[in-house]
Nanobody, 117 residues
Framework: QVQLVESGGGLVQAGGSLRLSCAAS????????MGWYRQAPGKQREVVAR???????NYADSVKGRFTISRDNAKNTVYLQMNNLKPEDTAVYYC???????????WGQGTQVTVSS
């Protein structure tokens, strides 16, 4: 079992920045994927960014050039640096952990990000 604890959400004006953190604990297999998803009111959950244990990352087109995902494997923590935030970034952001050995998905509780115009 893997537990995920998220932090860093909040309210910010358009053009501002936030940094989200997600710390994983429990039975951590070293080969895994971690990522961030978001869900806005009335919309489906969508992937924002993902990063492998080897450090390769990918991003949704809507956030490329503005968001950066990173991880600290020693701390089992993934980060999402969000710059030049836009009102359309407003959503609940969820941390995700995928265990490659067990093929199991784990989710954080979500953290609210609100961007005002």
């Amino acid at each position: 079992q893997v537990q995920l604890v998220e932090s860093g959400g909040g309210l910010v004006q358009a053009g501002g920045s936030l940094r989200l953190s997600c710390a994983a604990s429990g039975s951590i297999f070293s080969i895994n994927l971690m990522g961030w998803y978001r869900q806005a009111p009335g919309k489906q959950r969508e992937v924002v960014a993902r990063i492998s244990s080897g450090g390769s990352a990918n991003y949704a087109d809507s956030v490329k050039g503005r968001f950066t995902i990173s991880r600290d494997n020693a701390k089992n923590t993934v980060y999402l640096q969000m710059n030049n935030l836009k009102p359309e970034d407003t959503a609940v952001y969820y941390c995700n952990f995928f265990d490659m050995r067990s093929q199991s998905d784990y989710w954080g509780q979500g953290t609210q990000v609100t961007v005002s115009s």
